[in-house]
């Protein structure tokens, strides 16, 4: 028997569209065994996430998990923190400066898109959002109703994307901050999907050296859509720079380009990040 693990997984107290019930009924669907929920900034997901796991018979560990946004050398860079303690109180502090300077700038996106023609975005996306994180996909799917852009993907490459005409770019952050929260928190850091981030592999490099150098525990080795030649090279750095592997999807919603836990294995050179948590220790044995 092997374990079917996921660790990067969304809600909508975030971007996600599922709510946290029905995100665990996927993972049973999906046969799942580890499910870590990372919304962005947010930990509200898991508390309900939980409780519709309690009325199930059938296993599900559910993994305490968040996705933070940083800001390293002009980059947005999402740091995974996994296994900590969601109820620690500083921590729960701490993420109210994240969700601020969402809100911040979400406003900031607004004024722009205003002197765009494009008025009073932020009352409605703020509809959307509820009593989560408000993120980009929020906007751009206001515009996409409104029919400003004919597709999801082009709201990003007219308005949201980098240095697009509604762009902002946020006060996140750092990595060292990042590491130092989840750590104080009892939990482990890894880089999420390093291959996104359209930079060249010699300031990838530069990442992870310095992020393993602040304290960094692990790194995002594969996606469920990741070509074989992305997977070798994420594997090659994590081994180089000593940093252990996280598998993860990054679900949103069901798709025919995403779910949860498929095609999700790694390298047997590679230690996995969850090796010694001591709520998978039965499964480990017999995975590992
Ligand atoms: P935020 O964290 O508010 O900057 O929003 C980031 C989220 O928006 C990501 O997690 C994605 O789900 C989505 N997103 C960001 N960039 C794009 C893009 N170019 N195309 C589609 N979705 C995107
Ligand atoms: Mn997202
Ligand atoms: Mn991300
Ligand atoms: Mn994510």
């Not at 994420?234 to 380009?257: I, T």
């Amino acid at each position: 028997m092997t374990m079917k693990i996921d660790l990067h997984s969304h809600t909508y107290y975030s971007d996600g569209h599922l709510s946290p019930a029905e995100l665990v009924l996927r993972a049973h669907q999906m046969q799942l065994d580890v499910l870590a929920i990372t919304d962005h900034d947010t930990t509200q997901a898991l508390a309900e996430a939980r409780h519709a796991q309690a009325q199930e018979k059938r296993h599900l560990e559910i993994i305490s998990g968040i996705e933070l946004t940083t800001r390293w050398h002009g980059f947005d860079i999402h740091i995974l923190g996994l296994h900590f303690d969601e109820h620690d109180e500083q921590l729960q502090q701490r993420l109210l400066e994240q969700t601020r300077t969402r809100v911040d700038r979400a406003r900031q996106i607004c004024v722009k898109l205003a002197k765009c023609g494009i008025e009073n975005v932020f009352d409605d996306a703020m509809v959307k959002v509820g009593q989560g994180q408000i993120t980009r996909a929020h906007i751009a799917q206001v515009l996409l109703e409104r029919g400003e852009v004919s597709s999801f993907q082009g709201a990003f490459t007219k308005y949201l994307g980098k240095d697009k005409r509604a762009f902002v770019s946020a006060q996140w952050i750092d990595i060292a901050t990042a590491i130092q929260w989840i750590h104080e928190a009892g939990g482990v850091a890894a880089i999420a999907h390093p291959a996104s981030y359209d930079m060249k592999t010699k300031w990838l490099k530069r990442l992870l050296s310095e992020f393993k150098s602040l304290g960094g525990d692990g790194m995002e080795v594969t996606h469920p859509n990741m070509q074989p030649t992305k997977k070798e090279l994420l594997a090659k750095l994590a081994l180089e720079y000593d940093l252990k592997a996280v598998v993860g999807s990054d679900f949103h919603f069901p798709s025919r380009w995403s779910e949860l836990g498929k095609r999700l294995d790694i390298s047997a050179k590679l230690t996995p990040l969850w090796q010694d948590w001591p709520c998978l220790a039965s499964f480990n044995k017999e995975y590992l």
